[in-house]
């Protein structure tokens, strides 16, 4: 399996500008996460999908931020408008449903780098 | 409410000495406990897990983590370190629900001087 697929790796955008991540998940899960990493605040779950039905999004920092995930194997996360703050590391994950929830391992993306300028 | 402490924010080692990364963690219940690694412009990468089937607990790259409940902590470990074991490691608990949901530390990054 080629793992959890995210893109771009890279994105370096203007103020005020609409951004939109993308993530593939790792074929079989059932489960896909974004999480957000800054120096400040560490990582933090922003998001999760449970069969492509958003199940807790309290983490999404304010409205700007949206997440979608329209079929199993492909979710985005938007920015619109974006700013400077947002400038992070954003990661995606998955993992499916072997065992208790607690065990379950998951398999983080190589993440995208954004820099809002 | 479950939350990890990890001790240090920086660790540096020579190689070929022994690697400590240190982690407590606060549950009301047995927890499950993670350590993941983060290699420069990488994804996490999970080392090992404990979910109480035994205390110490066995991951790749030669790293192993005990599990003691009496001093709340589950640091890591590796007899010898190797140039490649420098990164980021996070210490996480699952939360005791059933959300899937992870809680991380702050993370230690592990320096190996040659």
């Known amino acids: 399996d080629a793992g959890v697929i995210q893109s771009p790796r890279h994105e370096v955008t203007e103020m005020g500008q609409e951004v939109t991540l993308r993530c593939k998940p790792i074929?079989?899960?059932?489960?896909l996460f974004w999480y957000r990493q800054t120096m400040m605040r560490g990582l933090e779950l922003l998001i999760y999908?449970?069969?492509?039905?958003?199940?807790?999004d309290s983490g999404m920092p304010e409205d700007r931020f949206s997440a979608k995930m329209p079929n199993a194997s492909f979710s985005t996360l938007k920015i619109q408008p974006s700013e400077p703050r947002d400038s992070a590391v954003y990661f995606c994950?998955?993992?499916?449903?072997?065992?208790?929830?607690?065990?379950?391992?998951?398999?983080f993306g190589p993440g995208t780098r954004l820099t809002v300028l | 409410a479950q939350s990890v402490t990890q001790l240090d924010s920086h660790v540096s080692v020579s190689e070929g000495t022994p690697v400590l990364l240190r982690c407590n963690y606060s549950?009301?219940?047995?927890?499950?406990l993670f350590w993941y690694v983060q290699h420069p412009n990488k994804g996490l990468q999970l080392l090992l897990k404990?979910?109480?089937?035994?205390?110490l607990v066995k991951g790749i790259n030669g790293f192993e983590a005990e599990f003691k409940k009496s001093e709340t902590s589950f640091h890591l470990t590796k007899p010898s370190a190797h140039m490649s074991d420098a990164a980021e490691y996070f210490c996480?608990?699952?939360?005791?629900?059933?959300?899937?949901?992870?809680?991380f530390g702050s993370g230690t990054r592990l320096l190996v001087r040659p």
């Open positions: 994950a998955s993992t499916d449903r072997t065992g208790p929830s607690r065990w379950s391992t998951q398999y």
């Open positions: 074929s079989g899960h059932d489960y």
């Open positions: 999908f449970n069969n492509n039905v958003p199940i807790d």
């Open positions: 549950s009301s219940y047995s927890p499950s």
């Open positions: 404990y979910t109480s089937a035994a205390t």
């Open positions: 996480v608990v699952s939360v005791l629900d059933s959300s899937y949901k992870l809680i």
